[in-house]
Every structure is written in C-alpha cells, then in structure tokens.
C-alpha cells in the first residue's frame, strides 16, 4: 500500500497502518513502529489478566462480589457496553489492585508494594482499598507517567475490565482450581 493509496482512504476510515504509512513513508520505518506498538501491547495486557484471574481463584469472597456486579450492570448473560464497562467501581477495583500487586517493570513493583505508602497490609490483594483511598500520582504509576506514558493505557484497562466481563465463569456456579487443591 502507498502513501496515495492511503490518502485515498476518508480519515475517519483509516487505522493505525494507514496511518504510520502516512506519517513514515518508509516501510522499514512503518514495520519498526507497528512492533514496537506491537509488544508493548501484549505482555503487559495479558500478563494483568493472567494475575486477577489468579487472585481472583483465590478470592472466592471478591469474586462473588465481582459477579454481584457484572449481574446488576448488564446482566450474566450480556457483554457489557463501553459505557455499562465504566459504570464497573469494583471491577476497576480489581483492575488496579492488579496493577498494583502485579507489575513486570521492578522499580514500578517495588514502589507500590511500599509499606510506608500502602500501609501494613501492602502486600496483600484487597481490591477493597479502592473503594476509599485515591492514589497519589508518584504512588501508583503503573502506565507510568509523563513523556513516557503508556499510549495504549485506555485501551489495555478497557482490555482487562472487558476480559472481567467475559470470565463470568469464574463465579458462574464453576470452581477454578489450583495446582495445589483438589476436588472435595
Ligand atoms: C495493562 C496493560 C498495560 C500496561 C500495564 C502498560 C504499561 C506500560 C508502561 C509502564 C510503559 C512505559 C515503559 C517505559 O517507561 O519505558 C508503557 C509504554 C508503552 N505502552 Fe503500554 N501498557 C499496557 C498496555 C498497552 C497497550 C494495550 C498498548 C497498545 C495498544 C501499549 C502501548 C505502549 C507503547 C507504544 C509504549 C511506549 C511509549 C513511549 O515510550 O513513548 N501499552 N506501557
């Protein structure tokens, strides 16, 4: 595809090869791009799901209130809107206390498992501590923050509050099991 192609295609209709094509002209430069926006993308996204599926197995208590949620919303048996997603208080609880406890970048990990910042219980999963505290911008950073923030930080939290939706199984009557637990 060429950079007339794409000036042939209405601005409203173009994605983000369009528009790299647009901005870069050289392919190499537009491969470079898409891979880096690439692999940014899909570590961090899945490994936040990967670690609230987790804690959510573990977390019987938090998962019903989960379910509790995703019910009253928009029902068991819908996939919620972009709108009914933000209406979700816990599960962006649940979102962020994963963000928080679970984090590939060390330094990121270490600062929000601060026991002077988060109190005694920082090393805990509580979802909870959303409902009340609001978190000081240098305290929480998983997207990181200034020049360098995350591009894709709407679109991965989307990501995970939408993935929270989908896994109703989780509390939908199916029990997940550890390695380390057995049928009883
Ligand atoms: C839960 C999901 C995500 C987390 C926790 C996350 C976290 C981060 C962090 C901490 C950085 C900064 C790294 C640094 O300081 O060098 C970053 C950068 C970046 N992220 Fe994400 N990210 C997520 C999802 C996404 C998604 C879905 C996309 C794209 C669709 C994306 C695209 C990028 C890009 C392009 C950068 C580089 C920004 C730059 O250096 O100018 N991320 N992300």
């Known amino acids: 595809m060429s950079f007339e192609d794409v000036e ?3 601005e409203n209709d173009r994605n983000l090869v369009h ?8 392919p190499k430069a ?5 891979l880096a926006v690439l692999t940014a993308a ?3 996204s899945s490994m936040t799901m990967a670690f609230a599926i ?3 197995a573990r977390n019987p208590d938090v998962a019903a209130k989960l379910q509790e949620e995703i019910s009253r919303v928009c029902g068991l048996s819908n996939l919620p809107t972009a709108a009914q997603i933000q209406e979700m208080t816990y599960a962006k609880c649940v ?3 994963t963000l928080r406890m679970y984090h590939s970048l060390y330094s990121v990990l270490g600062l929000q498992r601060r026991t002077d910042v988060w109190g005694p219980d920082a090393e805990v999963w509580k979802p909870e501590r959303w409902l009340s505290h609001t978190a000081e911008t240098w305290s929480f950073i998983p997207f990181n923050h200034g020049p360098r923030v995350c591009l894709g930080r709407v679109f991965g939290q989307q990501q ?18 550890l390695p380390w637990q057995q049928w009883n």
């Open 160 to 177: 995970v509050l939408y993935l929270l939706n989908k896994i109703k199984v989780l509390t939908a009557g199916t029990r997940l099991l």
């Open 54 to 56: 987790y804690e959510l």
């Open 95 to 97: 979102m962020k206390e």
């Open 30 to 34: 537009v491969k470079d791009q898409l």
């Open 42 to 44: 899909k570590d961090p």
């Open 8 to 10: 042939a295609i209405p």
């Open 19 to 26: 528009t790299l094509i647009r901005e870069e002209k050289d």
